[in-house]
């Protein structure tokens, strides 16, 4: 099975810094593009940021130049750097990426369980 794992969220006061990862496992082919959505409570999910295999990337005019969204292609991993944090990102984080399965070879969407970040004085 192919899966994705978030990790990083927490607790931080308004300013403070997160990085969540990402990590991809189980008999990857290739993975294309990746990215990082959010949704709050009664709110739709939102995109945040996607990083393409080339490394080209995309931002929501609400995180852009306070959030970095990078990869690592060898180790299969995401990142998601989030520096001068506003209540207003408070939200459940969620991993998504178009994987390629060894035994399957056809892209597919997956997503992860998703890592909570909250900002909160």
């Known amino acids: 099975q192919v899966q994705l794992v978030e990790s990083g969220g927490g607790l931080v006061q308004p300013g403070g810094s997160l990085r969540l990862s990402c990590a991809a496992s189980?008999?990857?082919?290739?993975?294309?593009?990746m990215g990082w959505y959010r949704q709050a409570p009664g709110k739709q999910r939102e995109l945040v940021a996607t990083?393409?295999?080339?490394?080209?990337?995309n931002y929501a005019d609400s995180v852009k130049a306070r959030f970095t969204i990078s990869r690592d292609n060898p180790k299969n991993t995401m990142t998601l750097q989030m520096n001068s944090l506003k209540p207003e990102d408070t939200a459940v984080y969620y991993c998504?990426?178009?994987?390629?399965?060894?035994?399957?070879?056809?892209?597919?969407?997956?997503w992860g369980q998703g890592t909570q970040v909250t900002v909160s004085s």
């Open positions: 998504n990426a178009d994987i390629a399965a060894a035994w399957d070879l056809r892209p597919r969407n997956y």
């Open positions: 189980g008999t990857i082919f290739s993975i294309n593009a």
């Open positions: 990083i393409t295999s080339g490394g080209s990337t």
